[in-house]
């Protein structure tokens, strides 16, 4: 006890020490406010925020994430909508995953825009080897509106027998408990409306799909647990559960029709009528075989477009929010104020960053990476320098191409006229 308390005398010693130097430093800046300390030190503040992201991000993964869920006999029917267009390697096994699945009652409903689409015979196909699964394929007869994907799930909603509805993309492979971890989660409250699982994706091999893997693994991970954690709006329609009677009270799936990020103004309508939205305890888990880096910038220049559509305010923001930009603020801002040399604030600050990606991909992956680390590094460091690219892309070519239709999207997200191509 005596050494015990012997250490600790000079550790206090220190810090004590310390704080009439903390004092004088904040006299002297309150002595030279000036117009340039005041962004100096709006500079520490926003870039603390986003270290402090980073921590609720990884502490909220941690404790959230991949919990073991038992079967529960009375939880309410599952109806799966899937929407599909276009076939790859990847897709039985995805499917699959949905017939096996181990939930008590659910049916899947298939979309289809057309019955000459090439995915009709693989879905068929696994409808007679699972004749036991009660599985439905529909397809779109008129259009209700501008959304290619309500139009697409729309009869399949209006046809679902059950009170939650689940909506998952074609590339997302399933758990066994998949189905069973989004129904309990949102049964776990009264006034849970929607469920998302945040994205992740499949161990695969190839460098585009490895480079999707570390980007929602990291930068994309990070803004959707920090997100929930502080009850924010974000969800994702590539695999979610709502109950059916909440979305009713919004004017159904219909009164979306419209709307470009249909995902994201059922969070929105919701939570105008007093529901919450959350994530559940399992990552989404895409299996696409297709990905290329063009795919992905495209698909991530898409989403870019759609915030700043929706969210104007984002332009100030975002571009600010990845490592490099976010360390030159930090680093002319501490040193302005501190006068603290300028390169060894920015290694800090990068190996702070890139140590906290890295831990909260962890997370994700729920133990350690496939990827080895020097091509982690390499994914990261491309995913960090080519952001900036995207969305300045995105801000000079505000129009949004999707499939075979570029839509023109007006400020607030409400669709402006659709373009067949």
């Given at each position: 006890m005596q050494s015990s308390q012997t250490m600790k005398a000079p550790f206090f010693a220190t810090v004590l020490s310390l704080v009439p130097w903390i004092v004088l430093e904040i006299e002297k800046l309150i002595e030279n406010l000036d117009i340039t300390t005041c962004l100096a030190i709006f500079g520490v503040v926003f870039v603390g925020a986003l270290y402090f992201i980073h921590v609720i991000a990884l502490c909220y993964g941690t404790f959230h994430l991949h919990k073991v869920n038992e079967p529960d006999a009375a939880l309410p029917g599952v109806s799966i909508i899937k929407p599909i267009m276009g076939t790859d390697e990847n897709l039985e096994t995805n499917l699959t995953s949905f017939f096996t699945a181990d939930y008590h009652q659910f049916e899947l409903l298939f979309c289809f825009h057309s019955p000459q689409d090439d995915a009709v015979p693989v879905v068929k196909a696994l409808i007679e080897r699972y004749p036991d699964v009660d599985a439905i394929i529909f397809f779109q007869e008129h259009e209700v509106g501008f959304n290619p994907k309500i139009n697409n799930m729309n009869a399949a909603y209006m046809g679902a027998k059950y009170p939650l509805i689940m909506i998952s993309d074609s590339t997302i492979f399933t758990r066994p408990d998949?189905?069973?971890?989004?129904?309990?989660?949102?049964?776990?409250?009264?006034?849970?409306?929607?469920?998302?699982?945040?994205?992740?994706?499949?161990?695969?091999?190839?460098?585009?799909?490895?480079?999707?893997?570390?980007?929602?693994?990291?930068?994309?991970?990070?803004?959707?647990?920090?997100?929930?954690?502080?009850?924010?709006?974000c969800p994702t329609g590539m695999s979610s559960i709502f109950k059916k009677a909440a979305l009713e009270e919004c004017g159904g799936m219909a009164a979306f029709k419209d709307y470009m990020a249909e995902d994201y103004f059922f969070g929105k309508n919701l939570a105008a009528r007093g529901y919450k939205s959350g994530i559940s305890n399992q990552p989404a888990l895409q299996n696409s075989a297709s990905t290329t880096f063009t795919s992905f910038a495209n698909r991530v220049g898409r989403w870019a477009k759609l915030r700043i559509a929706m969210m104007p305010q984002v332009i100030l923001v975002e571009p600010l929010q990845d490592c490099f930009p976010a360390g030159i603020i930090m680093a002319l801002s501490v040193h302005y104020l501190f006068d603290i040399t300028i390169p060894m604030l920015f290694v800090i600050h990068f190996f702070f960053w890139i140590s906290m990606d890295y831990m909260i991909m962890r997370v994700l992956q729920n133990g350690p990476l496939t990827l080895p680390l020097i091509q982690f590094f390499g994914f990261w460091l491309f995913r960090e320098l080519s952001s900036a690219v995207i969305f300045i892309k995105a801000l000079m070519t505000p129009s949004v191409r999707w499939r075979n239709n570029i839509f023109h999207v007006r400020w607030g997200g409400k669709i402006r006229d659709r373009i067949s191509v």
């Open positions: 998949g189905i069973l971890d989004l129904a309990k989660r949102i049964m776990s409250e009264e006034k849970l409306g929607l469920i998302t699982q945040i994205p992740y994706c499949m161990d695969r091999v190839g460098k585009a799909n490895c480079f999707e893997q570390v980007f929602f693994g990291t930068s994309h991970a990070k803004i959707y647990l920090a997100g929930n954690f502080l009850g924010f709006n």
